[in-house]
């Protein structure tokens, strides 16, 4: 069986609970899936899994910034086993702000350079993922099916 890793960062529990989505959606597909926050990751295990997710949201008003508990891992990102490995980015944020949904942006150029395959374009949640239901699905599915 496939196994799937989604690492989170969340703040107020959006994304935690789009990560949770997602992965009800992978393990209906038969993918034997782990879901953990990013605080509790221990960085070179994505070599255990096929398929890696970060979701991430976005804060800061001038710049980028990544969700608090995401910046050490993102920061020692270049440790991560993730070369030739399949990987997808998703994240919570509000397109009100100047960089919308940034953090999937900055995880995806991360992931391109230390030799990730991105399986699908990120995905990127403007507001509230009740609201996402059938786009976290779909993406879910096509992850799930890379
Ligand atoms: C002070 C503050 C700054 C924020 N900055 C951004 C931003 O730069 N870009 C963005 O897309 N969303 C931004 N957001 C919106 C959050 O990312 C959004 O509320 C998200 O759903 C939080 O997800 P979480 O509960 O998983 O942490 C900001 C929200 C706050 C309160």
Do not use: H
């Not at 990013?38 to 008003?61: H, I």
């Not at 993730?82 to 940034?102: E, M, N």
């Not at 399986?119 to 609201?131: C, H, M, R």
Request: glycine share 12%.
């Amino acid at each position: 069986m496939a196994r799937a890793l989604i690492i989170f960062g969340s703040t107020t529990g959006n994304t935690e609970n789009t990560a949770e989505r997602i992965g009800g959606i992978l393990s209906a597909k038969g993918l034997e899936v782990t879901v953990e926050n990013v605080s509790d990751v221990t960085l070179g295990n994505e070599s255990d899994y096929d398929l890696v997710l970060y979701g991430c949201s976005t804060w800061g008003e001038d710049e980028i910034e990544l969700q608090d508990d995401f910046i050490d891992y993102y920061e020692a990102m270049d440790k991560a086993a993730l070369s030739g490995k399949k990987v997808g980015v998703f994240g919570c944020g509000d397109s009100a702000y100047t960089y919308f949904c940034g953090a999937v942006d900055a995880i995806e150029e991360k992931v391109r350079q230390i030799g990730g395959k991105l399986v699908a374009e990120g995905l990127k949640i403007d507001g509230e993922p009740d609201d996402y239901e059938a786009e976290i699905d779909a993406w879910a599915e096509q992850v799930a099916a890379a």
